[in-house]
């Protein structure tokens, strides 16, 4: 089946703990983006890749790092969480740039 | 900067009434793209739209892109209740590889 995965689905962490959220996608796709959902922003895109070892910014880039080592993973790593990056993280791939196909979501929560 | 403002922000129907969200662009964009998010779900694909004037139909639904490709609207007909969700869209201002910027979504509540 055709997935886009996340890890963690939910995560409690506290201000300044190292964290990583694992993306995994089965469908060869070449681009790759971060999303983090908050209420009344919608989404925003954190980070996006067009390929292996291939990175860019989004829009709200600040405080987060990602890498994209192999094709099919793309983590997304807060080096310092604080508590103004409590969201919802979404994950998604796609084989054009356009379609986006998203992952479920992962609710982070920082203390 | 670049910005994709949709409206409204909330949409409450009667079952079986009509409905539509708006999409507008500060600049124009090479293509837009629709989604829709269930309560408690991730955003899901639902068009593309890439030529000017465009418009296409999935069932009930139907999208427009406008002639200057600063503009889209989703259109339903006859809402039902699995219509419920928050309808986002999304788009690129040219080639592919620069940032995507979605809409704030319209959220959909219909009742029965």
């Known amino acids: 089946e055709a997935q886009v995965t996340q890890n963690p689905r939910y995560l409690i962490t506290v201000t300044g703990k190292k964290l990583t959220v694992t993306c995994s996608q089965n469908?060869?796709?070449?681009?790759m983006s971060w999303y983090r959902q908050d209420p009344g922003l919608g989404l925003r895109q954190i980070y996006y890749?067009?390929?292996?070892?291939?990175?860019d910014k989004g829009d709200v880039p600040e405080g987060y790092k990602v890498s994209r080592k192999e094709k099919r993973n793309f983590p997304l790593i807060l080096e310092s969480p604080s508590p103004n990056q409590t969201s919802l993280y979404f994950c998604a791939s796609s084989g054009d740039w356009y379609t986006q196909y998203f992952g479920p979501g992962t609710r982070l929560t920082v203390l | 900067g670049q910005q994709v403002m949709q409206i409204p922000q909330y949409q409450h129907v009667q079952e079986g009434e009509d409905f539509t969200t708006y999409c507008n662009s500060s600049?124009?964009?090479?293509?837009i793209q629709w989604y829709k998010q269930r309560p408690g779900g991730h955003p899901v694909f639902l068009i593309q739209?890439?030529?000017?004037?465009e418009v296409k139909k999935q069932k009930r639904l139907t999208f427009q892109f406008g002639e200057a490709k600063k503009n889209s609207s989703l259109h339903i007909t006859a809402t039902q209740t699995t219509d419920v969700g928050t309808y986002f869209c999304?788009?690129?201002?040219?080639?592919?590889?620069?940032?995507?910027?979605f809409g704030k979504g319209t959220t959909l509540s219909v009742s029965s």
């Open positions: 890749s067009m390929n292996v070892e291939v990175t």
């Open positions: 999304a788009g690129s201002p040219n080639q592919a590889g620069t940032a995507l910027i």
């Open positions: 739209l890439v030529k000017s004037g």
């Open positions: 469908m060869n796709h070449e681009y």
């Open positions: 600049t124009t964009l090479s293509n």
